[in-house]
């Protein structure tokens, strides 16, 4: 028996006021997550050329960007450094006057309201450029753990509110949480890279974090495209070890990822539309191929849609701008 045409799907759709009105996802800047590239320097400001709109920036000028992000509502920012020496074990990445944990103690005095995220990993600060620390041409992962904590508490001890292991290291979240509690951060909050895929699309962020791998790349610790079960598995475990929040890196080709993360733990979940994601919207926009500021909104929609609660993007400024 046909329910046409007592039942039309249409009907709803007739008006603007009406599609609003039953619409069932809503973008909302205060879910959005905006990533900012510090580097040395006084009132320097960058152009990534794969990344349009986007800068490497000296922390005064951060910090103006952070005030600004903070007028439009948007509430978190994450950091990526680039030092201004690079060795074999990162060692910036651990020190006190380091270029992030400077940049978070700027921040968290000129602007309070922000909330301050603080990638951790090796990779911009090694002079190889591998997110850990080598044994020949081998990352060696356990050796990587006590720097990755250390780096972890330089960041607490600034200031920062969340801590966010995107290295891939196995006890990573659980070296790091114990660090952070026996040194007195047991509020700071960990939101791990969970499910961190080995992608093509991060091609833009290695110009932007200067992080590109002198030899190699990092498919023995990031994950492979084709294994969602093996991303369940590795929530489980951050999960188990102390983080607070868990994410799925990238985004855009991995929403069944996002979705089976949500429907199994039920804890907040993190997406990041990478750089590639970002480039690919901003070509194709340039190009005239598609309407940039619709194909934002809708990559940003359905990855909303798929379970993520929060949204790293370099979409951020943009969206707040023309209004979400």
């Known amino acids: 028996m046909t329910t046409f045409p007592k039942i039309r799907m249409r009907r709803l759709r007739s008006n603007p006021l009406l599609r609003d009105l039953v619409r069932e996802t809503r973008l909302d800047v205060g879910k959005l997550v905006q990533p900012l590239f510090v580097c040395p320097g006084s009132d320097v400001d960058r152009p990534i050329s794969a990344m349009p709109g986007c800068s490497q920036m000296s922390i005064d000028r951060t910090v103006e960007k952070a005030r600004m992000l903070s007028d439009l509502g948007i509430r978190s920012i994450i950091l990526f450094g680039i030092p201004s020496v690079k060795d074999a074990v990162g060692s910036e990445a651990s020190a006190e ?6 940049a978070v103690r700027a921040l968290k005095k000129a602007v309070p309201q922000m909330l301050v995220w603080c990638d951790v990993c090796l990779c911009e600060y090694t002079d190889h450029g591998h997110c850990g620390i080598l044994h020949g041409d081998h990352v060696d992962n356990d050796a990587t753990l006590p720097r990755l904590s250390a780096m972890a508490l330089a960041c607490a001890q600034a200031g920062a509110d969340v801590i966010a292991p995107s290295d891939m290291m196995d006890g990573r979240v659980g070296a790091i949480r114990s660090t952070l509690d026996e040194s007195g951060f047991q509020d700071a909050v960990i939101v791990s890279y969970a499910a961190k895929y080995a992608s093509s699309f991060y091609g833009p962020f290695r110009e932007a974090a200067e992080s590109t791998p002198a030899f190699g790349d990092r498919r023995s610790y990031q994950m492979d495209p084709a294994n969602s079960d093996e991303a369940l598995r ?14 799925v890196k990238p985004a855009l080709s991995y929403l069944d990822v996002i979705r089976r993360v949500k429907d199994r733990f039920q804890v907040p979940v993190a997406a990041y539309n990478v750089s590639g994601e970002f480039s690919m919207i901003k070509a194709a926009a340039a190009a005239g191929w598609l309407d940039g500021d619709r194909a934002m909104r809708e990559v940003l929609l359905s990855i909303h849609r798929a379970g993520a609660d929060i949204i790293l993007t370099y979409h951020g400024e943009e969206l707040a701008r023309a209004g979400a």
């Open 234 to 247: 590795e929530v489980a475990l951050d999960l188990e070890e102390g983080a607070d929040i868990v994410m």
């Open 97 to 102: 006057n380091g270029i992030v944990p400077q």
